[in-house]
């Protein structure tokens, strides 16, 4: 397994942006497929965004497509939610969490073994 810490959340007026951060303590973390997930209140945790273990490959929510990026720096060790044009239905709890493999498909939150603690987002309007 492999320890990660979110971090960059806060409040923000819609249309702003943010950059979520996400440092995992493996060695292996080139190893592994990446995610990010919310959670808003009185709701189940979602999708939002994947990244492979080299970077080259993502997937994407449609809620989120062509707003948030996802990306990583394996030599880091870290992985960035960069979200832009936010909208009050982005509040949530956002978290990282790391897959063994990559998922071809869209992947789910039984995919993923390691999960983050969480950081929360709040989107005014």
């Known amino acids: 397994q492999v320890q990660l810490v979110e971090s960059g959340g806060g409040l923000v007026q819609a249309g702003g942006s943010l950059r979520l951060s996400c440092a995992a303590s493996?060695?292996?973390?080139?190893?592994?497929?990446m995610g990010w997930f919310r959670q808003a209140p009185g709701k189940e945790r979602e999708f939002v965004a994947a990244?492979?273990?080299?970077?080259?490959?993502?997937h994407y929510a449609d809620s989120v497509e062509g707003r948030f990026t996802i990306s990583r720096d394996n030599a880091k060790n870290t992985m960035w939610l960069q979200m832009n044009s936010l909208k009050p239905e982005d509040t949530a709890v956002y978290y990282c969490?790391?897959?063994?493999?990559?998922?071809?498909?869209?992947?789910?939150?039984?995919?993923?073994?390691?999960w983050g603690q969480g950081t929360q987002v709040t989107v005014s309007s």
């Open positions: 969490a790391a897959d063994q493999y990559w998922r071809v498909a869209v992947p789910t939150l039984t995919d993923f073994g390691s």
């Open positions: 493996a060695r292996t973390f080139s190893m592994y497929a």
């Open positions: 990244i492979n273990w080299s970077g080259a490959r993502t």
